[in-house]
């Protein structure tokens, strides 16, 4: 998560004319294939992108290209492909989109994308994304982001698997999924600004953001709590996204969804400090994940061997059954609020 604060600026909304959806759970279970997002999955995959080798996967710099390797290996190992339209999974973005003043310069970068067609309304985009950059490394130590957010960064690997084995069993979504990788988040949030001006798909036709940024530690006050997640900005622009996101931890998962950050009032004002933020200015409901500060967040102790690995896999699958209903719901969600 980005860690300088950033003023709220006004919501920009499109006119998106459409229906009401269902809050229903839709009929098809996805209880087989979520269940397929594990603590062991998780662990195998955080142990890489959070390692020494990829020292801190500053933006830009080698680490974060490797990071990015390892990402779209195992993309192509179970046969996800990079998006329709694109050539490769990467979205280049020129060093110079990174300016900032009194900021350092950054090297040119990428988002890394990944994409599993829908069946019924291919043309409808959920976007579920991840920041897989971090800060690098600081007198000699590496800052190894495991938590923030080499933990959202591999679950959208698990998730991609996840609904890859539903497509395989004639399950697939309805709609279709691009998986989002964004670099340059802890300088900015640029890369999910690049692509949220540069979209590969057009902005009036994405249903809906899933942002999961930090869910893999217990945070300050949460420290005896095995079964919570915060949510965040799920309501602020739809009603329809808040409910069915409740509807399916209800039926599916049973976690504990605390709001206690998506308060208006919230002086840490982390509704703005992630990348959804990104996609709600441009009048696309998104909810974020998160699991709040902890000692470790922003530094060099925030390691692999740190994460409470059930936990994260649950959150995971919390993230996979939302996904599954917006995917798959009659109508998407509709714009019902102005974000504020």
């Known amino acids: 998560m980005k860690k300088i604060l950033y003023s709220s600026i006004g919501i920009l909304l499109i006119a998106i004319a459409c229906s ?25 995959h955080l142990y890489i992108v959070a390692s020494d080798e990829m020292e801190g996967r500053n933006t830009g710099e080698p680490g974060q290209k490797k990071a ?46 990944a994409f599993i067609e829908g069946s019924e309304k291919p043309e409808e985009i959920l976007v579920i994304s991840a920041h897989y950059d971090h800060v690098g490394m600081k007198n000699g130590e590496v800052y190894n982001g495991a938590d923030d957010d080499g933990s959202g960064t591999v679950a959208l690997l698990e998730l991609a ?90 039926k599916y998962i049973g976690m504990e969804l605390d709001y206690k950050y998506n308060d208006l009032d919230d002086p840490n004002r982390f509704y703005y400090r992630s990348d959804h933020y990104n996609f709600a200015k441009k ?32 959150r995971a699958q919390l993230a996979f059954v939302v996904a599954w209903e917006l995917a798959n719901a009659a109508e998407r969600p509709k714009v019902d609020k102005d974000g504020k």
């Not at 009401?20 to 195998?44: G, Q, W």
């Not at 110079?96 to 994308?113: H, R, T």
């Open 20 to 44: 009401s959806t269902s809050t229903n759970v839709s009929n098809n279970d996805p209880k087989p294939y979520f269940k397929t997002i594990t603590a062991e999955n998780l662990s195998k």
């Open 68 to 113: 990015g390797e390892y990402l779209i290996k195992h993309y192509q190992s179970i046969g996800v492909p990079f998006p329709k339209g694109a050539t490769t999974y990467y979205q280049p973005i020129p060093s110079e989109f990174f300016k900032k003043a009194f900021s350092p310069k950054l090297g040119d970068s990428e988002n890394i994308w």
């Open 161 to 250: 698997a996840a609904f890859q084995k539903a497509k395989k069993e004639g399950n697939g979504p309805k709609r279709s999924i691009l998986f989002l990788h964004v670099t340059g988040e802890e300088h900015g949030l640029h890369g999910s600004r690049f692509y949220a001006e540069n979209p590969l798909f057009p902005i009036a036709n994405t249903i809906a953001n899933i942002n999961i940024d930090m869910i893999g530690r217990r945070g300050y006050g949460k420290e005896q709590n095995d079964n919570y997640v915060y949510v965040i900005g799920s309501d602020r622009l739809s009603t329809d996204l808040h409910k069915l996101s409740e509807a399916a931890n209800t």
């Open 283 to 314: 009048g696309i409901p998104a909810i974020f994940y998160f699991n709040g500060v902890h000692d470790d967040y922003h530094k060099a102790t925030d390691t692999a061997d740190k994460i409470d690995y059930p936990q994260m896999a649950k």
